[in-house]
């Protein structure tokens, strides 16, 4: 490795953390204004964020809506990627193909599509509204990770444990399950982050009466820019960092992200 | 590894196909029908069948909607691509230890929302708090100056939000280039340079086209950055749209036009897929 390419390695991943620094700063500024580098140090902008109601009632809604989606986007991708793998399904392709879209498309397109559809149902403005859908916008992630960790179980196993008389229930619950839990953790600690950080469907399906972190921000940045946007942007930086790195000590990151293992394949 | 009786399987399917298809495939279809809804001036829309929503795209405002988007969006990906292409190439030559952090890192900024890089760009590119502070101190300007709302400050966010994207669409297929590749031109005496440019970019044409197109549909699906960065005259399609659906209460136009944005998008991600992919 060249000091040339370190360099340039270096410089790319500064421009990527330069925007975050200058928010870092500017939420330490000591009075309601956005300088950077910030004008006194102070941290009551973080205490803002966890203590006027507005601000920790968005933080609320939108660590209820994100675990709630989560768990909604593992709900629906654990089955279907369990049947594909499991099953010769005939349209196995094609289900698999519908489960990646939603990630896939420009969001405003799926936020237009969730409007007209809860306007239509009733449940326009209603925080289940923007669980589903964000459950529904998200399964593509655990779908992937899932069918991943079932691709990765050695068939053998599963055999051993038919020839011991295990039907078909006891092997994908003693078997199965252990083996991909932990792929199915990344999937929800995915679909987590990136429900936590979405605006634009949430924003469109129930902006005015449901307001997450990201739409209050959005609004912020409407009517008034406040040093207490840059503390919710350090936390969520913070929680990114902390989820995935949890997945990159205790999981195959790489792997996740689409590397071949070295050799092990051919 | 799969059984020979796929029953259970379509029990097991049913639930998140129903569901797929109930939350996903239904909404695209009721956006569909509100596209040729008439549409009733201060209030929502009225069921029928007329085009006039689409009448619309024929006319100079909507070309020039998407000049601006085709050619913001190709900017912005191929500066992305450019920008990640040697560093995906240079990570994936990276110990483990080094490259999980990173990834750590790349993973957390692609996961941001569009509303807080939206933020720290418009505070960057800002008179008071803003990287031409930092030109002014060390001498290159003589005074701070605003670079938001204009051309290239929308270029600048699209490129940085597309990059870590474009990053992890190339991830995949570097990370599997033979390692006896670049080994082989250097022992026939080629630069590190030379080979780089002349044995790695070749091999990857397919991915670097692939990653192309993703992240041009990826750059046409930001909402914030054009309106928050930009001008009205630097709006993209995609903030058109919500601008009709919700500040304008035209949601047969919206709805018009985002069908127009699906479509553009599933073509441009099924070409990928099918003449791109992986397998070829």
Known sequence: MTALARLYLFAVLAILSAPIVVVAGVSLNERKSLFFPPRGISLKWFEQLFTDPSWRGALINSLTIAGSAAVVAVMVALPLAYAIWRYNLRFGALLYTIGLSPFILPPVVSAIGFLSFWA???????????????????????????????????????????????????????????LIAPYMLSG?????VLSLNEYII?????GFTVETLPVKIFKSLRYGYTPTMGAAAVVFVGVAVVVFGLIGKFGDLPKLLGAWEKRSEG | MSVRNSTPGYVLAFFPTLALGVLF??????????????????????????????????????????LNSVVLSALAAMLAVMIAFPFTYLLTRQPRRIQVPVLVGLLAVLSLSEVIVGFSWSTLLSRSAGISNLFVAIGLMEKAQSWTPGFYAVIAGLTYVSLPYATMVLYPALSRLDPELPEAARTLGASPLRAFFEVIVPVSRRAIVACLIMAFVYSLGSYLLPSLLGRPQHWTITVHITDQAIYQSNLPFASAMAVFLLVTALLLVGFTQRFLGEKA
């Open chain 1, 120 to 178: 239509t149902v009733g449940l326009y403005g209603q925080m289940i509204a923007v669980i589903l859908s964000h459950g529904i916008f998200l399964t593509t992630l655990p779908l992937v990770t899932i069918t991943l960790g079932l691709r990765s179980i050695d068939p053998t196993v599963i055999e051993a444990a038919e020839t011991l008389g295990a039907d078909e229930r006891a092997v994908a619950r003693t078997v199965v399950l252990p």
């Open chain 1, 188 to 192: 929800l600690a995915f679909a987590f």
């Open chain 1, 202 to 206: 949430a924003f469109m399906i129930a």
């Open chain 2, 25 to 66: 495939l239904v909404p695209f279809g009721i956006m569909a029908s509100i596209s040729v809804a008439h549409r009733v001036t201060g209030g929502f829309y009225e069921p029928g069948f007329t085009l006039a929503s689409y009448w619309r795209f024929v006319s100079p405002f909507f070309g020039g909607i998407l």
